[in-house]
Antibody, heavy 119, light 107 residues
Framework: EVQLVESGGGLVQPGRSLKLSCLAS????????MNWIRQAPGKGLEWVAS????????YYADTVKGRFTISRDNAKNTLYLQMTSLRSEDTALYYC????????????WGQGVMVTVSS | DIRMTQSPASLSASLGETVNIECLAS??????LAWYQQKPGKSPQLLIY???SLQNGVPSRFSGSGSGTQYSLKINSLQSEDVATYFC?????????FGGGTKLELK
């Protein structure tokens, strides 16, 4: 069974940093591109960042480019999102999501981890 | 960026009814469209991909159609477990973008 379990969220002050993790199991992690997608409270979905299976290709939404860094450790089956210079508008539930092999839609999602940016 | 506009934003329907949700892309996305269902307090689940392909395990009362810029999700014979918010997503062009969502409630 495919499982994606996020961790590392919490309350953080504006301008500070936070690192999210997503532990994957139930599939060959190193074969799949992975993504972070967020959802502000009561709002819709916003794709944040993508990383290919071997980390060769990385993409970011303009809203986080230069502040967030996506990475992965295939030996540990873990996806990361390093978030710096956090803003109140980054407050959201952050989902880790697996993309299908040949395209850019998402077939498995984690349960999400909440990040609250507030003083 | 490709803008995805869903309608209606909310919808109330009765059990057994047929429901249609629309998704309009700001440019041609060549059927690179997925639909997701998000039940209250849960993460999104993939229903449809490539505009009209049903994801494994999804009930056959769900179907997708459309081409070009106009797409729709149809739910036949609405069940109580279909109460959820539905999102469309285009993956034709980076950045991947989602519609604003359609909240489906029971009448």
């Amino acid at each position: 069974e495919v499982q994606l379990v996020e961790s590392g969220g919490g309350l953080v002050q504006p301008g500070r940093s936070l690192k999210l993790s997503c532990l994957a199991s139930g599939f060959t992690f190193s074969n799949y591109g992975m993504n972070w997608i967020r959802q502000a409270p009561g709002k819709g979905l916003e794709w944040v960042a993508s990383i290919s299976s071997s980390s060769s290709y990385i993409y970011y939404a303009d809203t986080v480019k230069g502040r967030f860094t996506i990475s992965r450790d295939n030996a540990k089956n873990t996806l990361y999102l390093q978030m710096t210079s956090l803003r109140s508008e980054d407050t959201a539930l952050y989902y880790c999501a697996r993309k299908v092999l040949q395209s850019y839609y998402f077939d498995y999602w984690g349960q999400g981890v909440m990040v609250t940016v507030s003083s | 960026d490709i803008r995805m506009t869903q309608s209606p934003a909310s919808l109330s329907a009765s059990l057994g009814e047929t429901v249609n949700i629309e998704c309009l892309a700001s440019e041609d996305i060549y059927s690179d469209l997925a639909w997701y269902q998000q039940k209250p307090g849960k993460s999104p689940q993939l229903l449809i991909y490539n505009a009209n392909s049903l994801q494994n395990g999804v009930p056959s009362r769900f179907s997708g159609s459309g081409s070009g810029t106009q797409y729709s999700l149809k739910i036949n014979s609405l069940q109580s477990e279909d109460v959820a918010t539905y999102f469309c997503q285009q993956y034709n062009n980076y950045p991947w973008t989602f519609g604003g969502g359609t909240k489906l409630e029971l009448k």
